[in-house]
């Protein structure tokens, strides 16, 4: 999804703080209702818990740095980079379906 939604935010043109705040609101539903489906159905052990913790602790941290990123890029150069990640991520998926 997070491809599709990468693309789909480039192609409505918005500007990056926009573009930010709405991929953080897919996101953060998007996770809620995994977690809490997932919970329900007792695919949760304490230490999944313990790491799921260090991780949210990292995607706060990377979050914070993406919004420090882009106030330093204009609206073309973010872009640019955005097509390159998702060419890259693209070309990767590509390669483990052949595989």
Excluded at 76 to 84: G, H
């Amino acid at each position: 999804m997070g491809a599709l939604l990468g693309i789909y935010v480039l192609l409505r043109g918005w500007e990056p703080n926009e573009a930010r705040g709405n991929m953080s609101v897919v996101f953060a539903v998007t996770t809620i209702f995994t977690v809490a489906t997932q919970l329900m159905s007792g695919m949760y052990t304490m230490d999944l818990l313990k790491l799921s913790v260090i991780g949210m602790a990292g995607a706060c941290c990377g979050n914070l740095i993406g919004v420090r990123v882009g106030r330093i890029f204009d609206r073309q150069r973010l872009t640019k980079i955005i097509l390159v990640f998702l060419t890259i991520f693209a070309f990767s998926l590509f390669m483990r379906g052949i595989k």
